[in-house]
């Protein structure tokens, strides 16, 4: 649960708990000063319960996700996914929920299906979680697009979220994930320079997740391929290959490299 729909509830249930020591207080003709502090006490008494046990529930989810990402880090995608759907069929509201999905969505992205990532995703009513889970939703969507071929719908959403998306390359656990999906508009308006620059950046950071730089990689070969440079190209193709544990990047690299010596 959000910080948001925790002090929600908290608020609420102290409505609640007002009205219900006000109808005692009526029944049992206490006095004010003995309904206040009966109600002062039971909501101290909520908030020293609830609020160790959100953190906890929190705490324990961030952990279960972090053992699932080193999953998908190690190729194994399946396991994966149905961990995250596991958590999210257990999820108590809907902007956990739609975090969730848009995490077990990535599955998908990795195995190559993208079709099926974004039918999760627009999925999602982006009226249940904030700007920031926003952000990466439209990211996500667009991504799939791009990688899947669909290059005028993946222009579309980021056009039309350009402002909000903007705003990821200032998150440094977003930035690079983010460099790679507006390397690749660029590339699809034609500022070719712009989108290496968004490439290299992530090649050169060393804070930069194997899977982040690994796909800012493929793009930058493929690229390169076209606009000449071939060895380079090769050599980086070889290194995705023997590397990666990630299904598409591994067949996408395949691909290119057969490709090349026919």
């Keep these: 649960m959000n910080l948001k729909n ?27 000063s003995t309904l206040f502090m009966a109600l002062l006490i039971s909501y101290v008494v909520f908030i020293m319960i609830v609020i160790p046990y959100q953190i906890r ?28 759907k596991q958590i999210s069929e257990n999820a108590d509201n809907d902007y956990l929920k739609s975090i969730l999905t848009i995490n077990m969505s990535i599955g998908y992205t990795v195995l190559g299906e993208f079709k099926k990532a974004n039918h999760y995703l627009e999925q999602i009513d982006a009226s249940t979680i904030d700007k920031l889970g926003q952000m990466i939703l439209y ?18 959403i980021m056009e039309l979220h350009q402002n909000l998306l903007q705003k990821g390359l200032q998150y440094p656990y977003l930035k690079n994930s983010f460099s790679e999906a507006f390397a690749l508009w660029r590339f699809a308006q034609g500022k070719r320079e712009e989108a290496f620059v968004y490439l290299e950046d992530v090649i050169n ?34 290194t995705i290959l023997s590397e990666t544990n990630m299904p598409y990047l591994k067949k996408e690299a395949q691909n290119i490299l057969n490709t090349l010596k026919q």
Aim: glycine residues 6%.
């Design 205 to 238: 950071d060393k804070t930069a997740k194997p899977l982040q730089r690994q796909a800012v990689e493929l793009i930058w070969a493929r690229e390169k391929i076209a606009d000449g440079q071939i060895t380079p190209s090769q050599q980086m193709l070889q």
């Design 6 to 32: 925790t002090i929600a509830r908290i608020l609420f249930f102290g409505i609640l708990l007002g009205i219900l020591m006000f109808i005692i207080s009526k029944v049992f003709h206490l006095s004010k």
């Design 57 to 84: 529930k929190r705490n324990l989810l961030n952990h279960k996700m972090e053992l699932l990402l080193q999953q998908l880090y190690a190729g194994n995608i399946q396991h994966y996914i149905t961990g995250m």
């Design 139 to 156: 990211h996500n969507i667009a991504l799939n697009y791009f990688w899947s071929g669909e290059i005028k719908k993946a222009c579309v």
